[in-house]
């Protein structure tokens, strides 16, 4: 069964800080995909990221940048120079390999909410 | 560009009653999934549909059924609605292996 947790609940930074946000996931799967969704306030969910497991290499976005590390199982989501709309709920997910006529349906993690304070 | 759409972004019920959600794809995506999201919680799978066929089930209430249909929308049907079935209601599509695109949801209530 795939299993992903984010430990933290809520996180609170003042603007221009950095955040970090952790996601720790368990698969059995050696072929798998992570992913970062955000959910504003207005409630849709956004996508920022997916990787796949043989990509190991961070990435950067802008201000945002992902860590991932398939020896510990973590694929950690990084907000440099936070700005209040960043203000949100963060999701990480996972997915099995994707194969056709399978789909290929996600199981998300608690959530972090993140409040960037002016 | 399409994005998924959703209808009705709001909807009260009361007890007992039953309601249906639209979901309207991306063009030229072949799978529809969707997902019910309580308060304060992560997004749950219920079910999927490729090529209008289903292709996986999640923890979805014998009260709930969903199709797609030819020109690839899909419904979600919801009979004897309970206070828990009070949430958010969203409907993701993807084309082939690519990542699911998500709607802006449909917020249910039911009173």
């Known amino acids: 069964a795939q299993k992903v947790t984010q430990a933290q609940t809520e996180i609170s930074v003042v603007e221009k800080e950095d955040v970090t946000l952790d996601c720790v996931y368990e698969t059995r799967d050696t072929t798998y995909y992570l992913f970062w969704y955000k959910q504003p306030p207005s409630g849709e969910l956004v996508f920022l990221i997916r990787?796949?497991?043989?990509?190991?290499q961070n990435e950067i976005s802008g201000r945002y940048s992902w860590n991932f590390q398939k020896s510990t199982s973590s694929f950690n989501f990084t907000i440099t120079a936070s700005q209040v709309v960043d203000s949100a709920v963060y999701f990480c997910?996972?997915?099995?390999?994707?194969?056709?006529?399978?789909?290929?349906?996600?199981?998300f993690g608690g959530g972090t909410r993140v409040l960037v304070k002016p | 560009a399409a994005g998924v759409i959703q209808s009705p972004r709001h909807l009260i019920k009361e007890k007992r009653e039953t309601a249906t959600l639209k979901c309207y794809p991306i063009p030229r995506h072949d799978t529809v999934y969707w997902y019910q999201q309580g308060p304060g919680q992560d997004p749950q799978f219920l079910i999927s549909f490729y090529e209008k066929m289903q292709s996986d089930k999640g923890s979805i209430p014998d009260r709930f059924s969903a199709q797609q249909f030819s020109d690839y929308h899909s419904e979600l049907n919801m009979s004897s609605l309970e206070l828990g079935d009070s949430a958010l209601y969203f409907c993701?599509?993807?084309?082939?292996?690519?990542?699911?695109?998500f709607g802006q949801g449909t917020r249910l209530t039911v009173v």
């Open positions: 990787r796949n497991s043989f990509d190991e």
């Open positions: 993701a599509s993807s084309r082939e292996t690519g990542e699911a695109f």
């Open positions: 997910a996972l997915s099995e390999a994707m194969i056709k006529a399978a789909g290929n349906k996600l199981t």
